[in-house]
């Protein structure tokens, strides 16, 4: 029998290269189709391993799943960013190559997040997702997220729906 391990940690700065190649596959994978092309890949580009060097050094809630000696997925977290809202943490982000779907990562990843907030005092969570992206709308749903708001986001010329999913329980040991 083989046995392949995987981890999840906080990102280290050797990490951004890695971090970059997964942000850029797992964007085009989820938003391909939904977000304006050009749009798509600007924001991609405003990523690259230097921004995630950086947000790295700043201390920034940065999580990494990795797998066979690879980096395979991330998720950032911090405080909620909009205080009108009854919840105390955000996961801004939280992205798999799209070969790791299915595998269980994307869960342990979400729950290692919340536990982290909750470590810093962030006991309920939000998360945002894109209305049109299904994928998402299902994996925050199967978690036991609830939709509490609607709101959309410019990109470029063409504005997106987003939904809200709310989590108030204590995060997942």
Known sequence: MVETAFSIRHAVPGDAEAITRVHDISWRY????IMPGAE??????????RWWESAIMRGS?????????????????????????????????IYLLPECHGLGFGRRLFNAARNELAEHGYLSTIVWALADNEKALSFYRRLGGLPVRKAEERFGNDKLARVAFGFVSAPVR
Request: charged residues 25%; glycine residues 12%.
């Open 30 to 33: 989820a938003y391909r189709g």
């Open 61 to 93: 809630g940065l999580l990494v799943v990795e797998f066979d000696h690879a980096i395979v997925g991330y998720a950032t977290y911090g405080r909620n960013r909009v205080p009108s809202m009854p919840y105390s943490g955000e996961i801004f982000e």
């Open 40 to 49: 798509l890949e600007r924001m991609i580009a405003r990523r690259g391993p």
